[in-house]
């Protein structure tokens, strides 16, 4: 068997979500402040992946980053960057799939973070960053830990959008669930089984670690 799908699909995954965060806690920022007309629209945006096909959003990214068009000639012509069939195109579509999956933990934690807890960090002389760090993130830290985890596991399991954009390229697109696609297809359903049970037990040790952790439940063994 082949690991190099795996370590692909946990490389892209951990790119992803570490991109993806603090670019998420910036945008939850504005939404949950921002009395902007065009809240609804940003907001409709965001969750658009969670509503479309992937493939749909898989070829509008091939579309847009092809070096044919006016966008794809652009990045590749002045910065030399090459999307289409490449780790760097799974990242940028991965990035805009999993937004949601990020945004709307944060952006519901941090709307109900009280206000009365950062008016009072900055009374008491903090700077924002010093707020940030100290006051508004350590008490979303459920909704924090959420966001990364469901990311994180929603990258794990793309195949549509990274199929579409990336195709199927080894050791550069390949990713676990391209590969038990390819696996079926040629009839080796017992490689199939290694890679989904490999991706079955990792997801689920990761998403149950999320509901141990937010209900309460480690800190109540750990007594």
């Not at 504005?30 to 009395?35: D, G, S, Y």
């Not at 940028?92 to 709307?104: G, I, N």
Request: with cysteine; net charge positive; proline share 6%.
């Amino acid at each position: 068997m082949d690991w190099t799908p795996l370590i692909l699909t946990f490389e892209l995954a951990t790119v992803t979500t570490l991109l993806l965060f603090p670019l998420s806690l910036m945008l939850s920022f504005w939404l949950v402040r921002t009395n902007s007309k065009l809240k609804p629209l940003i907001e409709t945006l965001v969750s658009m992946p969670l509503v479309l096909p992937p493939t749909v959003l898989g070829f509008y990214f091939l579309v847009a980053f092809s070096p044919n068009n006016v966008f794809g000639e652009w990045l590749t012509d002045w910065f030399g960057i090459k999307l289409v069939f490449s780790f760097g195109g799974l990242v940028v579509a991965s990035l805009l799939y999993s937004l949601p999956f990020m945004v709307h933990p944060l952006q519901a934690g941090l709307a109900g973070l009280s206000p009365t807890l950062t008016e009072a960090a900055y009374v008491m002389g903090k700077s924002k960053l010093t707020t940030l760090l100290k006051v508004q993130l350590p008490n979303i830290k459920p909704a924090i830990l959420t966001g990364i985890v469901l990311s994180f596991a929603h990258t794990v399991g793309e195949f549509g959008v990274v199929l579409m954009i990336g195709g199927s390229i080894p050791g550069k697109t390949k990713v676990a669930s391209i590969a038990i696609y390819e696996e079926v297809e040629a009839l080796h359903y017992g490689v199939a089984n290694v890679y989904s049970l490999i991706l079955f037990a990792i997801t689920f040790c990761v998403l149950l670690s999320v509901y141990l952790v937010n209900g309460g439940y480690l800190k109540r063994f750990l007594k």
